[in-house]
């Protein structure tokens, strides 16, 4: 399974927070402050993101495509997925993650895949 990305998704805080603990996923609400990008990298995790505000890019490497997620944009990164964050000027987003401790970094190097 790869990335999936779903506009015009949700309204509302809630909405996402419920849908999240449904799939049993641990939430938090994240303010990321502008970035210059992370290269291709994988978390050892998989995330439900839902965008509440600002603009957040990411490129899937499987299929070359760039993803702007704007608010009312889900997306969802599957554990050990590759993916490339772009420059961005700061979003918030209501998170859902399937793991509520890691056991590495967040921010995994491709070289660690076959780890």
């Known amino acids: 399974m790869g990335v999936s990305v779903d506009h015009q998704y949700f309204e509302t805080d809630e909405?996402?927070?419920?849908?999240?603990?449904?799939h049993g996923y641990y939430s938090s609400v994240f303010d990321a402050p502008a970035s210059g990008g992370t290269p291709?990298?994988?978390?050892?995790?998989?995330?439900?993101?839902?965008?509440?505000?600002?603009?957040?890019?990411?490129?899937?490497?499987?299929?070359?495509?760039?993803?702007?997620?704007?608010?009312g944009t889900r997306f969802v990164i599957p554990e050990r997925t590759l993916h490339i964050e772009e420059e961005h000027h700061g979003y918030r987003a209501v998170i859902g993650l399937s793991k509520q401790e890691l056991e590495g970094p967040f921010v995994r190097s491709p070289g660690e895949l076959d780890d």
């Open 40 to 71: 291709i990298h994988w978390h050892d995790v998989s995330i439900r993101a839902y965008i509440t505000s600002g603009k957040f890019r990411f490129q899937d490497p499987a299929t070359n495509e760039v993803h702007e997620c704007v608010a």
């Open 15 to 22: 909405d996402a927070l419920k849908e999240i603990e449904e």
